[in-house]
């Protein structure tokens, strides 16, 4: 959808891998993929793994404990989440451990600077009351979903979910007003205990709309509260998480450089303490998720690369590297003034940015310490022990939050407001493309979006379409940016490329307010039912499901800063193969450029850039400290994901042959079936 739906403020203007592989086999694929084996003619069938088919599918903001907070991995597993550290009960009561996850309001030390993480704190007695933001009140078939009617929702996504999944398509209105305190929560709405609380079982049930909590750059920094005076041996880098109702309640989706209103009360921002809450895998939220977890392979250390929303973060899933303003020739130049971030609060107010919005300030300089918002996160990676790059170029102002990519559908330069020029950053896809490796970017709505703009399409998470070399060729843009009514072709037909982003439409992504996660899991199930109805395909396909990122909801995951960008906290990833059975629980360390990683060991590519996140090394983790990477910063390949199993073979060891006795040029690989 366009950047205006992308905004809480705005509703969308829409129409009609199995245990962990071991030390041994790991030194044995680095040296498979190092050592360069003759390949096959087909770039398809040149890979180092059985996965001859990637497939990423991407939903919308949902952290790891909003969505498995209370997950129970079968026997043998372990996983980080709010039930495992007693912050909650099975049933999401609050446990014995709740405090852990207690929220503060703050107020600035120094009320003239932006501060990530203030030290004047106090606890909340209760929570502020969630807020109905911009769900929507009633059902209709001429706004956006709900509907009305199982016809309308036939007619809009009667090719994208399977006929018993339609009906969610018609339920789940609030009954009320937007921007009012959520009555749904009944007696509970202003007695919230102070931390998490099970949405399902205090208020509106799993198949309702709710609100969606703020998720923007330097109001992620500060929720996290990152601080190295907190740091331990199990959070290094001292992110206490402890600010998300504050931020919801001060700032909130930004000022877009607008004076405070009169009577400003934790209300006026239309969230509460909407980030505090999450849903239940005991309790029957989010069904068809719990069971692939149960089925397959989950990661509790998956992390959105960069603090804040959904551009920069969708545009690090093709890039592994933030995108920057430029002039006409392509070139690093200076933004329009209200279109640079600055959250230093306003004079007077506790926390209000001074400019920072959907319509206001999306861009920093963060090579210039003494820039506003840069100083603190700056100063912050400096106090940590490895000291990481921030890796921000000089004079370089970079997009932190959500603008509309620089072309529109037809190839067409974008002049809308609020347009970050056409990018010449290089992506996974100009990778794919010099390596004739197919690929294509399924993106719900296309056709529509490029006959009128218009339509459930989300311009701003596909990061091909800020990309100069990509959308200014109209065979490339036609062969790899299609709508996904050819991904359900490709599968029925067995023509489904190597590399495959699939993004549901505004209906169907799970994005809070605008969609309900239920109907994310929907349009996963009739992807995940179509390829595994063809086993030929199913047999060599790597499934990762996850989201943009957090969407704001508060998550008690370990973070690592990487770089000025993030991470940010932990987000869901489950992955669905024939090779990650079981019910594991990975923990290796990853981001999402993770998956380009992947992709690129599998293919045996190049990083993209010099200086992209894929040429961070894996982590290398200790089992009395699974979470945290020893060599920070660090981010995996997901290669820990999953069980391959090579072929063993007699004969001597010699000086070519891998840790465990096999010649990387002799690999044969089995399928390996998990118990």
Known sequence: ????????????????????????????????????????????????????????????????????????????????????????????????????????????????????????????????????????????????????TLAAAQAAEGTALEPKDLVHLTTGATGLPNDVPDARFGSNLYNLPNGPYQISRVGPNYDQYINSPVHRFYQAWQQADCNASYATSDNPGGCKMDLFAWVETTVGAGTNGKKQVAGFNDQSTHEGATALGFYNTNSGDMTYFADLARKYTISDNYHQPVMGGTGANSIMIGTADALYYTDSSGNPATPPLNEIENPRPQAGTNNWYTQDGYSGGSYSNCSDPTQPGVEAIRQYLGTLPYHPNA??????????????????GNGSVNTDPYTIPPSPVRTIADTLLQRNISWKYYGEGWNTFVANG??????????????????????????????????????????????????????????????????????????V???????????????????????????????????????????????????????????????????????????????????????????????????????????????????????????????NEGAVGMSPFRLRWIFSRAV
């Open 391 to 408: 890796n921000c170029a000089s004079k370089t102002y970079y997009l932190l939050n959500n603008y509309n990519p620089g072309y529109r």
């Open 1 to 148: 959808m366009s950047l205006a739906s992308r905004s809480r403020l705005l509703r969308p203007a829409v129409p009609a891998l199995l245990a962990a592989v071991s030390l041994a086999t790991t030194t044995l694929f680095c040296s498979a993929a190092g050592s360069q084996p003759q390949r096959s003619k087909d770039p398809l069938l040149a890979t180092v793994t059985p996965i001859k088919h990637v497939v990423i599918i991407v939903g919308e903001n949902r952290t790891f404990d909003q969505v498995f907070g209370a997950y129970q991995p079968r026997a043998g597993e372990s996983v980080s989440n709010l039930l495992s550290k007693g912050i909650i009960n099975a049933d999401g009561t609050p446990g014995p451990n709740f405090t852990l996850a207690a929220q503060y309001t703050a107020m600035a030390t120094d009320p003239t600077k932006f501060e990530s993480s203030p030290g004047s704190k106090q606890p909340y007695s209760v929570l502020p009351a969630p807020n109905t933001g911009g769900a929507p009140s009633a059902a209709s078939d001429t706004n956006p979903a709900p509907f009305a």
């Open 529 to 655: 039912d179509s390829i595994q109805a063809n086993p030929a395909l199913w047999a060599s396909t790597a499934i990762f499901i996850t989201n943009d990122e957090g969407g704001g909801y508060y998550d008690s995951g370990y973070i690592q800063p990487v770089d000025f960008f993030g991470d940010g906290p932990r987000i869901p990833l489950i992955v669905v193969s024939p090779y990650s059975r079981g019910g594991h629980v990975t923990h290796d360390y990853a981001d999402h450029a993770s998956l380009i990683k992947f992709i690129e060991r599998n293919w045996s590519l190049g990083s993209i850039t010099s200086r992209s996140r894929d040429n961070l090394p894996n982590p290398v983790q200790l089992p009395s400290n699974p979470y945290v990477p020893t060599n920070a910063p660090a981010i995996g390949d997901l290669f820990g994901a999953f069980r391959f199993q090579p072929v063993k073979h007699s004969g001597p060891v010699n000086e």
């Open 454 to 527: 218009t339509g459930v399409y989300c311009n701003i998470c596909n990061p091909f379409l800020y990309e100069t070399a990509i959308m200014t060729k109209p065979a490339v843009v036609a062969a790899h940016l299609q709508d996904t009514t050819n991904l359900y072709a490709d599968i029925a037909n067995g023509t489904l490329p190597a590399v495959s982003f699939v993004k549901p439409g505004g209906y169907l992504d799970g994005h809070p307010s605008s969609s309900k996660y239920g109907l994310y899991e929907g349009f996963v199930h009739k992807i």
